[in-house]
């Protein structure tokens, strides 16, 4: 009985560690680099986490054939319209979005909650 527990405990550690969930770090900016074209339609759930504040989940409906540029112009237009005076958000590079907390925030995470959209990738990098 004491082994299985042992495995099971080894088992759901493991689990959180691959899910990032463990290793999540903060930051004052964060950087969404979007790749590939959406090969359906469907949805976008990114969810922003500042630390000791409730998580903000924004979901983006993206249409089937959406280009890099495309995603990322309708990801910031989501994140302006739901995070509104507590962020900063900008596109750069056409296929990037920014999202930097305004002065006197705290630090957040942005990570992906849900998607149903095929062949678009998103890279989370901290600024």
């Not at 924004?58 to 280009?67: H, L, Q, R, S």
């Not at 909650?113 to 062949?119: I, Q, R, Y």
Request: glycine share 8%; aromatic share 4%.
């Amino acid at each position: 009985m004491r082994q299985s527990l042992r495995n099971c405990l080894a088992l759901s550690l493991g689990l959180l560690l691959a899910s990032g969930a463990v290793l999540a770090k903060p930051s004052n900016k964060w950087r969404l680099e979007f790749s590939g074209a959406a090969e359906s339609p469907g949805e976008i759930v990114l969810r922003v986490q500042p630390v000791g504040g409730e998580p903000v989940d924004v979901t983006v409906a993206i249409e089937g054939n959406d280009g890099e540029n495309r995603v990322a112009g309708k990801v910031r237009d989501a994140l302006k319209a739901a995070l509104k005076a507590d962020y900063r958000i900008d596109r750069d590079d056409g296929e990037d979005v920014l999202v930097k907390r305004r002065w006197g925030r705290p630090p957040f995470e942005v990570s992906l909650a849900s998607s149903t959209v095929k062949d678009v990738r998103i890279n989370f990098d901290r600024e």
